[in-house]
């Protein structure tokens, strides 16, 4: 069964950090694209970061880069994604997805679109507040 299981949210003050990971279960990242997305209240879900399934590419949304990076770890089929100097408007469920990644021209990272993902995880809450 295929599954995709997210841990590590919680509550942390500006500033501060906090480690997701995503579990995949049932399937393998080698030929899966793995996704951060994430869905504030009254917001749509927006993708966050991603990782190809070769792990050589990755891509984040401009309002993260340079505070969190992407990245996995093949032996344990897990993906993490590390957030740094967190802000208010970090606050969200953040969920993980997989996508078929098997070398097309538009790869599931190169545009982070939530329809091209197939499997999510069930979401972690992140909050950021003081």
């Known amino acids: 069964q295929l599954q995709l299981v997210e841990s590590g949210g919680g509550l942390v003050q500006p500033g501060g950090s906090l480690r997701l990971s995503c579990a995949a279960f049932?399937?393998?990242?080698?030929?899966?694209?793995i996704g951060w997305f994430r869905q504030a209240p009254g917001k749509e879900r927006e993708g966050v970061s991603c990782i190809s399934s070769s792990g050589g590419s990755t891509n984040y949304v401009d309002s993260v880069k340079g505070r969190f990076t992407i990245s996995r770890d093949i032996a344990k089929n897990t993906v993490y994604l590390q957030m740094n100097s967190l802000k208010p408007e970090d606050t969200a469920v953040y969920y993980c997805a997989a996508a078929m990644d098997l070398g097309s021209v538009q790869p599931p990272c190169a545009r982070m679109w939530k329809s091209e993902f197939d499997y999510w995880g069930q979401g972690t809450q992140v909050t950021v507040s003081s």
């Open positions: 049932g399937f393998t990242l080698d030929y899966n694209a």
